[in-house]
């Protein structure tokens, strides 16, 4: 057994020591080594997801952009039909189909659309597909009510779904509510279905080329049910995230590879086999190295045999850092001095011949920008031996720039003098990707930005009037909306609603170009009044909407119509032509009440009415008795179409007489309205309710059908009445229809006639109504000029239309008993008619005296009280019977 002195034992634990200290640089390297390859290898994970992350966002974020354009094209396209309906309420289905082949002309994702007045399906396109859907009434089907209604509610687009449809397959139900432009009155829904397959796929959200799983959802943090497309696990997945807002909804967005996420890089572990290698290449042979010290120690006589291993050793060590491009240093902090290896001086440009570098080669080279840093963080390891890992760029002579990444650890030699052992490596190629992937970022950024702003604009130019550049009357929609319910006593709201009174005669007489700037000079007055905190809005073709606030609404509002008024009466100067438009305000405040703002506009659009039937250029301001008027005229307007439907509406009929002879010679026929409460009511109660409803033309064709029957019933009855007048209103003469109607109805030529008011104002150069004038005469049928003496036909215009009688205004006839001026004016007319060859009937003749004065005028046709009030059909065949017996029997 082998024996130990003392002095051999109290010596080991010292060799121990000793004998470590020849690994402190190989700890030192391997640790710098190490830090520095599990640094890079995190960096190059990091990278590799980050890029991953960017190509997703940036595919997706395409997608998003795709479907949100598609969305809104589609929504967009119906717009245009949904403002013709609402311009033209009573629109045919052949209409209809006209319009919407055109908007479907257009590539879009539209699988049909549909037109429910009063919310029954009337009109769908296209036709032979949907028109199982006529008659379809959204109050009977739950289904689809809801969405029905909340576009309804909500008075815009509202879009529901995808929901599977009847037709098969799903669709997006996009709702548009509809109000009369001619009244604002609610006239229903108009409903389109976007094919949702189709949207998806030209959306490239499944086709095959994509390369994402997406799925959208309703909620940022979906349940199961509010996932409509996709699969809801991928929200739940480290997914990469957008949303679309739609200015009614918001959809969520999420994708991820069709793969998942790549965790590794394709080329990582042939990577890391090369770091291993570079690593082991530099530590073995420090750890070598430190063997072969210790055993020089310990037996000189192996001190040759470990120097050729030395040498071996470090061989292979130059071979490994030349196929890794590390190069290694070793810095003096006493001396300055630097230990460059070949690689290391092939990065600083050193000559390969020099035997020492110094501090100052190493500060030369580095860029100016960074060596203050560089420096700082060497003198910190120095000063506190903390590990040296930093990076800079270096500058070669011809200028270049390189980045050089630094990691170095300190240890002190046997002398106890420090050192600073580390290595280098060019990471160029890493900084140079990392930029272009900043900059790729920057653009996907840049991109959504552009997108944004897009977006932005697409929402200013659908809340403003592109003409005038006025809020518009969904801008004026959502300010109501926003202001529902906020009324303070001490702050009201007020809307002044302004209407043009002769913007139609400017666009008719100078074209749409002068109504355009009619408009443009409009808004430029308009905004000259309003201050700051008001606005003005252009909610039609020529309606505007100011609204204003504050404690004391009631007196501005007051003032600023009336300075309106005053402003648009002066003349506006269009082409060297001074036209004077004029306008008519409606005004309605907010009171204790407190009325919400869309009932505030409803009261301005009651005021405004009466503005115009009180002579126009004026303002009114809403009041209660208004309030009930509205009402009432409501009312009676339901009633009226009512009656329309119910065969209440009939002719009563006056007869007509030769004044020479007093022989019945013809009857004019006057509507009467048969009201199941008020019983008969004469014209002046609904005739201009039935202008505003525009069936003036429907009341005249119901008068003339049924009169023309009782003039067969009259002839089947031996009844003589030669001659038949029915009134027309302009409306109907311009009505095409009316023509086509008049070819089947029987009538002999000369025994109708046609009375028209000559207020229609025969002086406007009104080809159609010449036209259809000229039609009539053709057609057998006279045409007789009613109320003259109150209206302003000239002589010229009565020659050129030519009438067969002209009947002078009972206002004319009335005073001739006692005013010698208006007999001498009632002759006049008479000898006007006379020199044309127009017959001339006078109405309102209720006294003796005034048909002994008229016949001694040389007037020929009487028609009054004095004879005969109107009279039913049955009572008129008992007078007529009676008379023409009287008539017999003193002949």
Partial sequence: MATFSHSDKSMRPIQKAFGLSYFIPAIVVIAAVAIGFVQSDNEEHERFLAEQRLVASERLAQVSARLETQIHGNVNLIQGLVAAIAANPNMTQAQFSALSERIFSVPSQLRNVVAAPNLVVQNVYPFDENKQLIGQDYNANPKQSGSVFEAIKRRKTTIAGPVKLMQGGHGLLARYPVFSIGNGHFWGVVSAVIDAERLYRDSNINSDQQTLNIAIARRPQPSVKDVFVGDPAVFVDDAVRTRIELGYDTWYLAAVPKGGWLQEPPAIFVSRIYAAMVAIGIIAPLIWAGLLMRQRHRNLIILQQSEE?????????????????????????????????????????????????????????????????????????????????????????????????ANGRVYSTAGREMRIVGANWDVTKDMLLQAELREARSRAEEQNAQLRATRRTLEHQSLHDALTGLPNRRFLDQFMEAGSGKAEKSHRLAFIHVDLDRFKEVNDTFGHAAGDEVLRQTTARLLDLVTPDEFASRVGGDEFVIATSGPCVERRSRELAQAIVRSLARPIEIGGHKCRIGCSAGISCQTASMEEPRELLVNADIALYEAKKRGRNRFEIFSDELRMAAVLRKTMSDEFLTALEHDQIVPYFQPQFDARTLQIVGVE????????????????????????????????????????????????????????????????????????????????????????????????????????ITRLKSLGIDIEIDDFGTGHASIVSLIELGPKRLKIDRKLISPIEDSASQRRLVASIIEIGRSQDIEIVAEGVETGKHIEILRGLGCHVLQGYAFSKPLAAAEFITFVENWQARQCADG
């Fill in 669 to 772: 026929a006057l509507a009467r309205w048969q009201h199941p409460q008020r019983g008969t009511l004469a014209p002046d109660r609904f005739l201009d309710i039935a202008e505003s409803l525009n069936r003036a033309a429907d009341l005249d064709a119901v008068i003339l059908e049924k009169a023309l029957f009782q003039s067969v019933r009259w002839k089947a009855l031996g009844l003589d009445v030669p001659h038949l007048s029915v009134n027309i209103s302009a409306q109907r003469i311009k009505d095409g229809r009316m023509f086509d109607r008049l070819a089947d109805l029987q009538f002999s030529p000369g025994s109708l006639s046609f009375e028209l008011l000559e207020s229609i104002s025969f002086d406007d150069h009104d080809e159609d109504l010449r036209t259809a």
């Fill in 309 to 405: 291993e030395l040498e071996e050793v470090s061989h292979r060590l130059g071979l490994a850092l030349d196929s890794s491009g590390i190069g290694v240093w070793e810095y003096h902090p006493e001396s300055g001095k630097l230990i460059w290896d070949r690689r290391m001086r092939e990065m600083y440009y050193g000559s390969p011949d020099r035997d020492a570098f110094f501090y100052e080669d190493w500060k030369k080279a580095i860029h100016p920008d960074d060596i203050q840093a560089a420096q700082e963080e060497l003198l910190q390891t120095v000063a506190e031996g903390v590990p040296y890992i930093t990076q800079f760029r270096i500058v070669s002579p011809t200028g270049e720039i390189r980045y050089i990444r």
